[in-house]
């Protein structure tokens, strides 16, 4: 069984930065793609960065240039470094680890970008 534990959230001003991190336990491989994703207040979750094993990443459009993922392997940590918030970044950020057709989530936790 595979378990995500987020942490790293909280309030940040516009064009600040956070790091959100996020410590996987139970069976984790090397293959398992990882990675982040937020859901809005009336919104759908939506991808905001993933990263494979062999370090290729994917960002929403929307985040590229500002945001950073990165992966640990040894320590079954995931990453997301996140520079330049904006307002509308606010929202509920979810670990992810997919493995296969199988998706495993973390509890959630909010980050919310205001002044």
């Known amino acids: 069984q595979v378990q995500l534990v987020e942490s790293g959230g909280g309030l940040v001003q516009p064009g600040g930065s956070l790091r959100l991190s996020c410590a996987a336990s139970g069976s984790i491989f090397s293959i398992d793609r990882m990675g982040w994703y937020r859901q809005a207040p009336g919104n759908q979750r939506e991808l905001v960065a993933n990263?494979?094993?062999?370090?290729?990443?994917d960002y929403a459009d929307s985040v590229k240039g500002r945001f950073s993922i990165s992966r640990d392997n040894a320590k079954n940590m995931v990453y997301l470094q996140m520079n330049s918030l904006k307002a509308e970044d606010t929202a509920v950020y979810y670990c992810n680890l997919r493995r296969g057709v199988i998706d495993y989530w973390g509890q959630g936790m909010q980050v919310t970008v205001s002044s």
């Open positions: 990263i494979r094993s062999n370090t290729r990443t």
